[in-house]
């Protein structure tokens, strides 16, 4: 297949698509793996490892991602309500966000992975069956996005895409601190 054509894989009778969902779908995929790539041959204790200034580990971080995938797509399915209101978060809501950037006790890689699977195979399902890529829904109340601004779901892809490989760089970081091992080069 090409880049711009692409099977969704075990979504059942997803049909396969073209063009700029294959596309999008597929500078998604490159980004998934990166990310994916550098827990390769890594203990639960090591992904859950600080190695940085950074308060990040790379469970954490797939953690992490996975949570805003999941977050977003609602937000292209159901509109802002779906992301909740940042200013009216409480306490307890904080501190299990700021939990989402570390294996808490209990948790697994292969289960961090499996859930970061689970959440593709839903937004590479949408991506490919949602019918209309402009649609928008106004952003929910937030500090960091402009008032009264609309994102459509194309836009809402390319954040993903964005935050994704912005994390996958992240991970590289993190891993070659921990071992040296590098996702490239």
């Known amino acids: 297949m090409t880049t711009s ?3 969704i894989g075990d979504l059942g009778d ?5 063009g700029e969902r294959a596309d999008l779908l597929a500078a998604l995929a490159q980004s998934r793996h990166f990310l994916r790539f550098t827990t390769r041959d890594l203990t639960d204790e090591q992904a859950a490892q600080r190695t940085t200034a950074s308060e990040l580990c790379l469970g954490g971080l797939i953690k992490h ?4 995938e999941r977050n977003w797509v609602d937000f292209i399915l159901n509109g ?3 992301m909740g209101d940042a200013a009216t978060m409480t306490e307890a809501e904080q ?3 700021a939990g989402q950037f570390h294996m808490q006790p209990g948790e697994t890689l292969s289960g961090v992975l499996a859930a970061y699977a689970e959440v593709a195979r839903r937004t590479d ?3 490919a069956t949602l ?7 106004p952003l929910p109340k937030a500090p960091w996005f402009e008032p009264g601004a609309r994102w459509s779901a194309r836009r809402v892809l390319a954040n993903i895409i964005a935050e994704t490989a912005q994390h996958a760089g992240h991970a590289d970081i993190i891993r070659e601190s921990l071992d040296g091992a590098k996702s490239m080069g």
Request: aromatic share 10%.
């Open 5 to 7: 054509e692409t099977s």
């Open 14 to 18: 997803t049909p396969a698509i073209s």
């Open 65 to 68: 991602v996975t949570l805003v």
């Open 80 to 82: 802002p309500s779906a």
């Open 95 to 97: 501190a299990w966000w």
């Open 125 to 127: 399902e949408v991506v």
């Open 131 to 137: 019918p209309d890529l402009g649609a928008t829904w």
